[in-house]
């Protein structure tokens, strides 16, 4: 049985870029009982919750806080669970924060895995995407993360960007790889509803890739780093080995047990899913109160484990272990759907080899739909 992983969202942020969806705000004042807040949120979980060989610290920008409130935050961890000495601890930095000494700081505190939102290092694309970094940032940050002893960190890009082309975007990848990264993550830019950007979009201020140029880009990004000698081991995902992959997402690919806290955070185990407050104020006023900041719950019937164990396995180039989704939900998928696996490996779009269904770089492209075929 893996061991949970422990999800820490950070809700604040210094400006709000134009497409996020995800929750933070910008108004600072209530840091610091934020970080009383979530510990209090830590010792309501004590008892459910023991042991965590993954802490993820995001947001926001966890990057804002400083050296002394992160200490508090790890500190909390520390006292309300056990986390062993293998642990992957990460932290999500903006590249416009932090110098070498708090580079140095965040290593003593016993981070060890570092994820910078670079985005691009086209600084036409950074301005389109409202990030309050440049490429120098970016450049400096790298330099500050490995000055300060880290060695395992990873990158964020995002492509799509209007004004991008083919050869823009390899030459991101290419200042990327320049750089090392023992990890990359490549996302293509979406229009999440409520956001700036959705509505500028929709007043049509600018054009985003058609669905051919979509796949150009994602098997360009695949095609390229292969070379390069990173794994695409998840739609979005390439490690340089197989230990530096995110263990901590794995958790959530594979339904490994997951405690969220912080504004909006989701948790889940045992078949139970349940979410914070996505409003710093319902999230304080709760734990003032005593209580766990639970917005709402749901528990996942056999049929919708089943989906999610399709979707989630689909998106990973290890794909579904055959015997082990048999022996879970009693269905031998190449018994049952012979002609729709046959038809799927005749296009192309996943290998059926070992014991295991497996997207290939197309089926990874559309692993989405690929999971509703069966
Ligand atoms: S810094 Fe990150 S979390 Fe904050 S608004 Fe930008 S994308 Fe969203």
């Not at 209530?30 to 807040?37: L, P």
């Not at 409202?130 to 940050?141: L, V």
């Not at 504004?263 to 349940?274: C, D, I, T, V």
């Not at 104020?281 to 209580?291: F, R, V």
Request: charged share 20%; glycine share 8%; proline share 5%.
């Amino acid at each position: 049985m893996n061991l949970p992983g422990l999800y820490i969202h950070i809700p604040f942020c210094k400006t709000k870029c134009p497409y996020c969806h995800f929750y933070s705000t910008t108004d600072i004042s209530s840091v610091d009982v934020f970080i009383v807040s979530i510990i209090r949120e830590m010792a309501l979980y004590a008892d459910a919750f023991d042991t965590f060989d993954t802490v993820y610290i995001g947001g926001g920008t966890p990057s804002l806080l400083t050296i002394h409130q992160l200490d508090s935050i790890i500190s909390g961890v520390h006292k309300h669970f056990d986390v062993p000495p293998n642990a992957e601890i990460t932290i999500e930095v903006n590249p416009a924060d932090g110098d070498l000494a708090w580079y140095r700081s965040l290593k003593s505190l016993g981070v060890n895995r570092l994820h910078l939102g670079v985005q691009s290092f086209s600084d036409q694309a950074l301005t389109f995407l409202g990030r309050r970094h440049r490429s120098d940032d970016a450049f400096a940050a790298l330099d500050n993360t490995v000055h300060a002893g880290f060695d395992n960190f990873g990158l964020d890009l995002i492509y799509g960007v209007p004004g991008q082309n083919l050869q823009s975007w390899r030459e991101s990848l290419a200042s990327a790889v320049s750089l090392s990264p023992p990890h990359l993550s490549a996302y293509q830019l979406a229009i999440e509803e409520d956001t700036p950007l959705c509505h500028s979009y929709r007043c049509g201020s600018f054009d985003i890739p058609d669905e051919d140029a979509s796949l150009a880009f994602f098997l360009e990004t695949s095609a390229y780093l292969e070379r390069s000698g990173y794994h695409h081991y998840e739609v979005s995902n390439y490690a340089a080995s197989p230990s530096q992959r995110s263990r901590h997402n794995q958790k959530y690919w594979d339904h490994t047990p997951y405690l969220g806290l912080g504004p909006g955070a989701h948790s889940f185990k045992e078949g139970r899913r349940w979410w914070n407050h996505r409003s710093i104020e319902g999230y304080l006023k709760d734990l003032a109160e005593g209580t766990a900041p639970v917005a709402g719950d749901e528990t996942l019937t056999r049929d919708d484990l089943r989906l999610e164990t399709l979707f989630m396995s689909l998106r990973t180039a290890a794909g579904i272990d055959v015997a082990a989704f048999c022996l879970q939900f009693g269905e031998n998928l190449p018994e049952i759907h012979p002609s729709i696996i046959q038809s799927l490996v005749d296009g192309g779009l996943i290998v059926f080899k070992d014991g295991r269904i497996s997207p290939t770089t197309r089926g990874l492209a559309v692993a989405d739909q690929l999971a509703l075929i069966f």
